[in-house]
C-alpha cells in the first residue's frame, strides 16, 4: 500500500471523530481479548515485523504481529473504549470454545452470525457485509464467464472450502442443487487455496474481500467469478455479513462498547478500511 493511500486514510479517521489505539496506552481496567486465526486475509494474516502502523502484536508469540481489517476494528473498539487490547491466536475450530472458556472475550475473525453458533454464543451487530464469490484457475474454461456465471454449469465439478464454515456448509448444499463434488473441508483457508493451485479443486467459494485480495496477490493464477446472488436464499445472502462472537450472556460492558463503536464507524470508512487491508495482504502475499 502507498504511503498516500496511508495519509488519507488518517485523513478520514480524523474527519469522521475516529482514532487507532497505539499498544498498551490504555489506562482503563478493562482489556478487550480478541481472538483470531490470523490466517485469513484481508480480515486478518500474520506478519512478522512491526515496522508499519497497522499490525499489532500477537500475545505469547515474539515477533509475530496480527494486521488486517479486524485488526483495524479491534483497535478502534478499543480505542474508543478506552480499552486495553489483546490479540490471540489460534485456529479456527479453537475460537468457540476459547471464548466459552474465558481465553479471549471476543472472536473477531471474519465469522458469520449463523443460527447454529447462536446456540453456544452471542454475536455483536454487524461490522462487515459482503456478498459470495467463485476463486477459480485464471483461464479455466468452465469459468469462462466470469461477470454472470451460472451456477448450473457446476455439476460434476469440484468445490472445496475450510472446515466450520458458511462455505463448507453451502458446497454441501450445492450437490443436491447443482451437482458438484464437495470435496472434504481443509483446516485452514490457505490449504484450500493450495488444492485450487495443484488442481485437486475446481473452485473455492468465498466471500468477495477474500476473493479479490488473493487475485490482486496472483492474478496471472487466480480469477473471481460472479454470479447472481438472487440465486441464493435469503439465509445464505444474509450470511454474509461478519459479527464479532461473544460469551454466551456476556457482560453488558463488553457487548455494549462494542455495539456503541460500532454505530459510531461510518461505512464509508469501513469499505476504505477493507480496501487498505486488501491491497496491503496482497502486498505481504508477493513478498
Known sequence: MSLRRG?????????????????????????????????????????????????????????????GYDVDVARYIADYNDWNLEIQKMEWDNLIPSVNNGQINAILAGMTDTAE??????????????ELVLITRKDDPDFADTDDFDLSDLAGLRLIA???????????????????THLPATSDYQTA??????????????????????VLADPDDYQMVHFDQTVLSDDVREGFTVSIG???????????????????LPD????????????????????
Open 7 to 67: 495519509v488519507l486514510s488518517a485523513a478520514l479517521l480524523l474527519t469522521a471523530g475516529i482514532g487507532l489505539a497505539s499498544c498498551g496506552d490504555s489506562s482503563s481496567d478493562v482489556t478487550l481479548v480478541i481472538g483470531m486465526e490470523a490466517n485469513y486475509s484481508p480480515f486478518n494474516w500474520t506478519e512478522y515485523s512491526a515496522d508499519n502502523q497497522y499490525n499489532y502484536s500477537i500475545q505469547g508469540q515474539t515477533g509475530q504481529y496480527a494486521a
Open 117 to 130: 453458533r447462536e446456540e453456544s454464543i452471542d454475536f455483536s451487530d454487524i461490522y462487515y457485509q459482503s
Open 162 to 180: 475450510q472446515t466450520g464454515t458458511v462455505e463448507d456448509d453451502i458446497i454441501a448444499d450445492w450437490v443436491d442443487d447443482y451437482g458438484v
Open 193 to 214: 487455496i493450495t488444492d485450487l493451485t495443484q488442481d485437486v479443486a475446481d473452485a473455492v467459494p468465498a466471500e468477495d474481500p477474500v476473493a479479490r485480495a488473493i
Open 246 to 264: 461473544l460469551q454466551k450472556g456476556d457482560p453488558d460492558v463488553i457487548e455494549d462498547g462494542i455495539n456503541a463503536a460500532l454505530a459510531a
Open 268 to 287: 464509508s470508512v469501513r469499505s476504505e478500511w477493507m480496501q487498505d487491508a486488501i491491497e496491503r495482504s496482497a502486498t505481504q502475499s508477493g513478498d
